[in-house]
Structures are given as structure tokens and as C-alpha cells.
């Protein structure tokens, strides 16, 4: 079977020559970080990790998104980590976008390559290794576990995208679909990790507010996305950073697949602070 594939390939530094203008962006509402922002400089080593460089995309900051980080990953062959997560109360989902690697919980090893897709509960005893000649690429998100008084802590999910069942949203022949991997019957989870596809031309017929806040990666194709009241093009390896309630709706004009990964909390009372 043929692996998906994603885009993945970051770093690299424009040419002198290159124009300042870019599509990146930061409002009080949502951020567009471009692919072509995501260079060798802004990139972070982390603690207790080999071989490893991260771009970090989203954290939580007050008065923006607040509920999760989320980390490009580049491990090189040979790197890894037997200390990935410093903080016991962080819960994982890992993504792979290219390559192949090997993640250990609890004791048990699986090999995960391009299109896997991990989900670590807090506290997990869990390392990550690649073992293989060539670096590996994956999206880490992170977001401390909300535990619920009478609801077990929810078990840890390896799958690939091949193995979920893409479900086609109503009335919509096809056009908007959505690949989950977590589900959401599943109320011990406090967050979802989906892939939403669109097919030339499929849309968000309407402003999606919501509660939900929202990291997508686009994984492939371009489109044109409404932010507020903005219209932004985005295209494979742009990622989009949406607080809670910011308006949203896409519109999909091909010639391809859009396709782009998707984070959102979910199954859990707001905080009354």
C-alpha cells in the first residue's frame, strides 16, 4: 500500500533577493503562520530530545487560544527522546507527515509511518525513536487532560488515516468530508485531532462560531479561507491558529484536494474563572 502524502518539508532561508511581503499574520481573532515563515531560524531545541529540531506553531496565550501547543517535528536518523513530555498532566496527539518512526507506551512498541496518527494519555510512559536512514516528520499536540470525576481516563489510539472511515458531511455528495480519529461518541476525550477534505469546489457554505478553538495544518492543496472578516489564501503547509469564536468558512477552487489537519477541545465545561 501506497503512504499519503503531506507536505512536510520546512526550513531552508530565502535568498537575499526574496520580497518582504507575506501572508502572515496576527490578529485578536486568528494567526496565519505561511510555510515560508517557517525557516531555520525560528526553529527550538528541546530538552531530553536527540537528533531534534521543532517549529512551535500554536501555545496557549491569554487573550488568544488558550487550550493547546502544537510542534512541528524533524528528528533526524538516529534521534528521539526517552523524556519526551516534561509535564504529567499533558496529553499528546502525534501525526506523522513523512517518514517513519517508532513510539513506545507503556511498554509497547509501534511503528508508525506517514498518515499514523498516536493519542498518548496523560501521564503515559511513552518514547519516540527513529530508527530508520531518513528524518521523520510529525505534528506533537499537546494539551493539559481535563479529568472528569466519574469518567475513566481515556486509553491511548494507534491507527493510520487508511484505516478510518472518511464521513461525508450531510448534503454535501461528498464534497466536505471528514477522517476522525478519535470518536466522538467517546466522551472521555477532551479534544479531537481530525483530517477535513475537500474536493474542487467543496465549501463551508456558512460563518462557523463556535467555542471550539482551532489549529489546522494544510496537508495539501490550496484554498481560499474566510478568518473574521478577512478572506486569506492558504495553501499545503500554511497552518491557521483560530481563537474561540472567530468566524470561519473555506471555499476549495482545486485544481486538487484541500485537505488540512484539524484540532479542536471539545467534551468539557468552560471554566467559570
Not at 54 to 71: L, V
Request: proline share 7%.
Amino acid at each position: 500500500m501506497t503512504d499519503p502524502s503531506y507536505f512536510s518539508r520546512l526550513g531552508g532561508l530565502p535568498a537575499q533577493t526574496e520580497l518582504l511581503s507575506s501572508k502572515a499574520i496576527f490578529t485578536t481573532a486568528y494567526a496565519i503562520i505561511p510555510r515560508t515563515v517557517m525557516t531555520d531560524i525560528v526553529t527550538s531545541m528541546l530538552p531530553h530530545w536527540e537528533k531534534t529540531r521543532a517549529w512551535i506553531i500554536s501555545r496557549p496565550m491569554t487573550g488568544f487560544s488558550e487550550t493547546f501547543a502544537q510542534y512541528i517535528m524533524e528528528v533526524e536518523a538516529g534521534g528521539g527522546s526517552t523524556k519526551p513530555e516534561p509535564d504529567l498532566r499533558a496529553q499528546a496527539a502525534l501525526f506523522v507527515t513523512e517518514g517513519r518512526m517508532t513510539v513506545e507506551i507503556d511498554g509497547t512498541a509501534h511503528d508508525l509511518r506517514t498518515g499514523s496518527f498516536a493519542y498518548l494519555p496523560a501521564g503515559s510512559n511513552w518514547s519516540l525513536q527513529n530508527r530508520g536512514s531518513e528524518p521523520v516528520r510529525f505534528h506533537w499536540i499537546r494539551k493539559t487532560f481535563q479529568s472528569v470525576e466519574g469518567l475513566q481516563a481515556p486509553p491511548p489510539i494507534v491507527t493510520h488515516e487508511s484505516e478510518q472511515e472518511m464521513v461525508s458531511m450531510p448534503d454535501t455528495e461528498g464534497r466536505w468530508a471528514t477522517t476522525r480519529f478519535i470518536d466522538p461518541a467517546d466522551i472521555r476525550y477532551d479534544m479531537h485531532v481530525n483530517i477535513v477534505t475537500f474536493e474542487p469546489g467543496g465549501t463551508i457554505p456558512f460563518m462557523e462560531t463556535h467555542v471550539m478553538e482551532h489549529g489546522l495544518y494544510v496537508l495539501e492543496g490550496k484554498a481560499v479561507y474566510r478568518l473574521n472578516k478577512d478572506w486569506v489564501e492558504v495553501e499545503a503547509g500554511d497552518f491557521m491558529w483560530l481563537r474561540a469564536f472567530c468566524p470561519q468558512a473555506c471555499y476549495a477552487g482545486g485544481p486538487g484536494k484541500f485537505r488540512y489537519l484539524l484540532y479542536k477541545d471539545v467534551n468539557r465545561h468552560v471554566a467559570l474563572w
